[in-house]
């Protein structure tokens, strides 16, 4: 995968996994089922899970495995199934061990701000998808693709959108947001999984309208080069975000649907550029 233009002519490129690592056998088995649905449809593919959910909403929520327990179950998928591998990482002292285990370093949302981390992600040469936080205006997000950027030795920057505050408990998508984020020239992601969070909505952990994952992604298709996606085969069951995350059962129906539209609109494009039509 070109990590500067990960999406094709034909395909936007997909970032999907379980929320967080549950088991060495669940990361395997999502990875090898993901892998062949985004293969069979030629879209290029990045398995994603953390090894530590580090902004739980109560201290009794599940977090994940140990970093070290949690690399090496990323690295062996990254091997065994020959994808490229993308995790989380909150310290600014993780990134050179973290970026040694996968291909992309993804800055939270709540953290998009953290200029150390920032600049210690950028510093590992790895690329890094920076969440814009749902607290911040699309516009505003540039200065932490700089700061990136800033780093001698840098790799690509991606720029993901996953909701914004609207009131307390609830997220919206702001679809003005998407050419703001295109202005920062970096790849633009559509997180449509924690875009439908109900944060704190149960109490000691956070809800999710996951009915709303498909139409959200559709409206979306037409403004980004790629997805995020939490999927598991059994929601109820996950050991985190389970609410807003797609069934693993439902999922190709949905990134077949979203090819559509995303081949559509491309094809829109570029017969009028201008966008007169």
Known sequence: MDFSHPHTDRSFFLIAGPCVIESRDHAHFLASQLRDLA?????????????????????????????EEGLDILSEIRTRHGVPVLTDVHESAQCPT?????????I??????????????????????????QF???????HAVEKVRGVAGHGPVWATERGSSFG????VVDFQGFPHLRRTGCPVVFDATHSVQKPGA???TTGGAREMIPSLARAAATAVDGFFF????????ALSDGPNAIRLEEFGALLDQLLEV??????AALADPAGRN
């Open 230 to 237: 939490e999927v598991h085969e059994d929601p109820a069951k």
């Open 39 to 67: 293969e069979s449809r030629g879209i290029p593919f990045l398995f994603k899970a953390s090894f530590d959910k580090a902004n739980r909403t109560s201290l009794d929520s599940y977090r994940g495995t140990s970093m």
């Open 168 to 171: 307390y408990g609830n997220l």
């Open 262 to 267: 995303w081949r559509a609109s491309r094809a």
């Open 98 to 106: 973290v970026a040694a285990a996968v291909d992309v370093l993804q």
């Open 136 to 142: 911040l205006a699309p516009w505003d997000l540039s």
């Open 202 to 204: 149960l109490g000691k």
């Open 108 to 133: 939270p949302a709540f953290l998009c701000r953290q200029t150390d981390l920032l600049l210690a992600a950028g510093a590992t040469g790895r690329a890094v998808n920076i969440k814009k936080g």
